[in-house]
């Protein structure tokens, strides 16, 4: 067991989280590449395991999945998955030995979304919290704002006789910005990447198109009043053929700065994100109520910033950040 100086328990089940060498038993919070490997074991949810099939292919060994909620005997620990609210299927780990709870968040996002269940984060002694948008200029407008704003640049765009492209990931955001557009009565054209694994969300019963848009995968041209959904620019594959006149947008929370639309070479970049912004993680701490803050994947200072708020932070050092459990 290792046990950080105030006693607090990770756990004697040796379980790798999120992590991206093969382990013996592995947690994957979500399908992304850089949460996964081909573990020996890998323990997810239903959903995860579909995609985590789907990306790592035939080569997998043993997927044992975790039901939102339903506890599973590992070791001298109870091991339970949450919802994560990052994508459909994330998910965040609760180990309890019975004396001391210990919550790994892997990527969160507190808000509602359509495509994600809704984070639902329980009580823990220590938690250790990822915090990517850890600096207080990091808060996202509302996402109604952003969806508004969005569909008024589309509309603008296909009254001047040209595509709009969304570069997105094609594992989370894409289905995401698919559901919000079919449900605005706006039909999308997917790249065949992002399209194999909307099909594997609607088969696990997430279904993306409305009774007035459809979904399709791209058909080789770009189609009058259609959205193509296409991957982040410098991805593989991510060109396609003949989309004539575009007007392309980034969707991520890295557009709170300004420069994000030159780096990312798009006409728009508009805030929509995925992770918990600033005011999310605070208040992530408050519903999780911990005695110690273990943070990961984030600025150093944000660390700084809870120390001054009075809470027991640290930074989570690489060497532990490899194996939690």
Not at 26 to 35: K, Y
Not at 68 to 83: I, K, N, R, S, Y
Not at 177 to 204: M, N
Not at 287 to 313: D, Q, S, W, Y
């Amino acid at each position: 067991m290792y046990h950080y100086d105030d006693g607090l328990f990770l756990t004697t089940a040796r379980l790798a989280v999120d992590v991206r060498r093969r382990q013996p038993r592995g947690f994957v919070s979500h399908a992304h590449a850089d949460h996964m490997a081909r573990h020996e074991v890998a323990f997810c949810t239903p959903a995860t395991g579909r995609m985590y099939r789907h990306r790592l292919g035939p080569t997998l060994r043993r997927v044992v999945e975790m039901p939102f909620g339903q506890p599973l005997a590992l070791g001298d620990c109870q091991v339970t998955a949450h919802p994560a609210g990052h994508c459909f299927g994330s998910a965040m780990l609760l180990a309890d030995n019975g004396r001391e709870r210990l919550l790994y968040t892997g990527d969160f996002r507190l808000g509602e979304a359509l495509t994600a269940e809704r984070c639902e984060p329980p009580r823990a002694d220590l938690l250790v919290m990822e915090s990517t948008f850890g600096k207080p200029r990091y808060v996202m407008p509302p996402r109604s704002e952003v969806i508004e704003r969005l569909l008024e640049l589309i509309h603008g765009a296909f009254a001047a006789g040209r595509t709009p492209v969304i570069h997105a990931y094609a594992l989370g955001k894409s289905q995401e910005l698919t559901k919000v557009l079919t449900t605005a009565g706006v039909p999308v054209l997917q790249h065949p990447d992002i399209f194999a694994i909307s099909r594997l969300y609607e088969a696990c019963g997430m279904r993306l198109d409305s009774p007035t848009a459809a979904v399709r995968v791209y058909p080789g041209r770009a189609l009058p009043g259609h959205v193509v959904l296409t991957t982040p620019r410098g991805m593989k594959g991510f060109r396609l053929a003949n989309l004539g006149e575009t007007v392309s947008f980034a969707m991520t929370g890295w557009a709170i700065d300004e420069a994000t639309k030159y780096r990312w070479g798009v006409d728009h970049a508009l805030p929509f994100s995925d992770h918990a912004d600033f005011n999310e993680l605070l208040e992530l701490i408050e519903r999780v109520a911990p005695r110690k803050v273990l943070c990961t994947h984030g600025p150093r200072e944000f660390v700084e910033t809870l120390k001054g708020r009075g809470i027991n932070a640290e930074p989570l050092a690489p060497d532990k950040q490899r194996r939690l459990f």
